[in-house]
């Protein structure tokens, strides 16, 4: 069976309190698709950011001392680093433009997932605006969700009554690589799908155990839904996946962070 | 336009000397897929050294003091980590089961690549064997193609001169990652595709400048191909993509490694 991973059309700016569930439904209905059994519906990180209000203005930021040795070291605005120590567990590296943390919900990012890509550098330029349209306005800046496995369950569970079908949702944000240029999609919460597939004991065309494998299976298919949803104008914030290859079950983004003492590079 | 990802039939057990040109070509009939412009065929980096006679006899390898030494920390075959010393660059880290390095392609990976799951631990237990069915035979590995840009370009223009389609091919392996746990496919060779997309001075919705993104898309579609390939007796070592959303180009593996004063990790 092939995969299929489709942009849905017509999702509007996603403004505080709005309905995912909902919003996702009049998409998948505005690009013809009906949901099936098995089928998955991907969002990234901003979209449910926004609905959950995760926006904070920089102006009741105060950055604490701590914060602003970290912004002159990075170069960056203290108000930021502050949201920044108050999002992560550990700092890892700092380097001018990029702080790399072990941020609260467990994984290694860059800049603890804080977008603050539309505050102006100076007050006469123009904000810089959010892929998708999603413009927050002067001076906001935008937390990652407090529990996307949370809301990724939450999203499905009203999606699933709505429709009757039995879905999976993911949301997805973009990481960097310690080793490779680009970014890529990475699933940070899901709810009804397989974060990591085991294929220990599996057996070959031979009828041979397999040696050990798990796959990384909802980051390949985070990889793929940000490769559809893409990045500018052309970008949507949601995707729908039909023909996912494993079976589907409930699953939680922390199948995927490699436990502290198994990390080398840290 | 949707992203389709079909994994191919009909692709045999390959050998040294076997052309994949015309065994992709075959494997599509097979599948029922007519080729397209703008289409992409995605394969394992294992058939690609198979038929390029990349295998081994460890029978034939006579390990240095420093392998042995190696072998000794990593508790590996001391012959494995000779030929692990020699299509390696550097090693960055030693552990009991586990050698990651610099492979001499420039990315950073366990092992060196080299697949020795077909060693038999002891002579009396049966050989562990190559998912898809691609055994070698008692005391055989197998390491990564010789320039898997080459590779790829020398498929990718045998099956367009066949087809008078123009395509893009990708050859990819599976990585571990630092910080997560799981493999995700990776590309590790292509031609006719964009390993990169630079998406600095695109515009947003609004017609502002988004901040500089650089995407990792040829590592976003070796995801999405690894997770309809499979691992297992299900997998199959090939497969057709269909609406890859950025206009193709000549690329390069090499664009996606980060140069080494950009490594905040190793």
Same mark, same amino acid.
Request: with cysteine.
């Given at each position: 069976?092939?995969?299929?991973?489709?942009?849905?059309?017509? $999702?509007?700016?996603? #403004?505080?309190?709005?309905?995912?569930?909902?919003?996702?439904?009049?998409?998948?209905?505005?690009?013809?698709?009906?949901?099936? @059994?098995?089928?998955?519906?991907?969002?990234?990180?901003?979209?449910? !950011?926004?609905?959950?209000?995760?926006?904070?203005?920089?102006?009741?930021?105060?950055?604490?001392?701590r914060a602003q040795e970290l912004a002159r070291q990075a @170069?960056?605005?203290?108000?930021?680093v502050?949201?920044?120590l108050?999002?992560?567990?550990?700092i890892?590296?700092v380097?001018?433009?990029?702080i790399?943390?072990?941020?609260?919900?467990?994984?290694?990012?860059?800049?603890?997932?804080?977008?603050? !890509?539309?505050?102006?550098?100076?007050?006469?330029?123009?904000?810089?605006?959010?892929?998708?349209?999603?413009?927050?306005?002067?001076?906001?800046?935008?937390?990652?969700?407090?529990?996307? @496995?949370?809301?990724? #369950?939450?999203?499905?569970?009203?999606?699933?009554?709505?429709?009757?079908?039995?879905?999976?949702?993911?949301?997805?944000?973009?990481?960097?690589?310690?080793?490779?240029?680009?970014?890529?999609?990475?699933? $940070?919460?899901?709810?009804?799908?397989?974060?990591?597939?085991?294929? #220990?004991?599996?057996? /070959?065309?031979?009828?041979?155990?397999?040696?050990?494998?798990?796959?990384?299976?909802?980051?390949?298919?985070?990889?793929?839904?940000?490769?559809?949803?893409?990045?500018?104008?052309?970008?949507?914030?949601?995707?729908?996946?039909?023909?996912?290859?494993?079976?589907?079950?409930?699953?939680?983004?922390?199948?995927?962070?490699?436990?502290? @003492?198994? /990390?080398?590079?840290?």
């Amino acid at each position: 069976m092939p995969l299929t991973l489709t942009p849905l059309h017509g $999702i509007p700016l996603i #403004r505080q309190d709005d309905d995912l569930a909902d919003i996702l439904v009049a998409g998948l209905n505005a690009s013809s698709i009906a949901l099936e @059994d098995g089928d998955i519906l991907v969002v990234t990180s901003k979209i449910v !950011s926004k609905a959950e209000g995760r926006m904070v203005d920089l102006a009741t930021v105060t950055p604490s001392e701590r914060a602003q040795e970290l912004a002159r070291q990075a @170069d960056k605005d203290p108000r930021v680093v502050e949201l920044l120590l108050q999002e992560s567990a550990e700092i890892l590296r700092v380097r001018v433009g990029t702080i790399i943390v072990e941020h609260r919900l467990g994984f290694v990012c860059a800049n603890a997932g804080i977008d603050h !890509s539309n505050v102006s550098p100076t007050p006469d330029s123009p904000p810089q605006m959010y892929p998708f349209g999603e413009g927050l306005g002067e001076g906001l800046v935008l937390l990652l969700p407090l529990d996307p @496995d949370a809301s990724a #369950r939450a999203i499905r569970e009203k999606i699933e009554s709505k429709t009757g079908k039995r879905i999976g949702v993911m949301i997805i944000d973009s990481h960097g690589r310690a080793w490779r240029i680009g970014t890529v999609g990475v699933c $940070i919460g899901l709810s009804g799908i397989p974060a990591l597939v085991d294929e #220990r004991g599996w057996k /070959d065309l031979f009828g041979y155990e397999l040696k050990i494998t798990v796959v990384g299976a909802a980051d390949e298919l985070a990889a793929a839904a940000s490769l559809v949803m893409g990045q500018a104008a052309e970008g949507t914030p949601a995707a729908h996946v039909r023909g996912f290859p494993y079976p589907l079950r409930e699953g939680s983004m922390k199948e995927l962070l490699r436990p502290k @003492d198994q /990390d080398m590079f840290r």
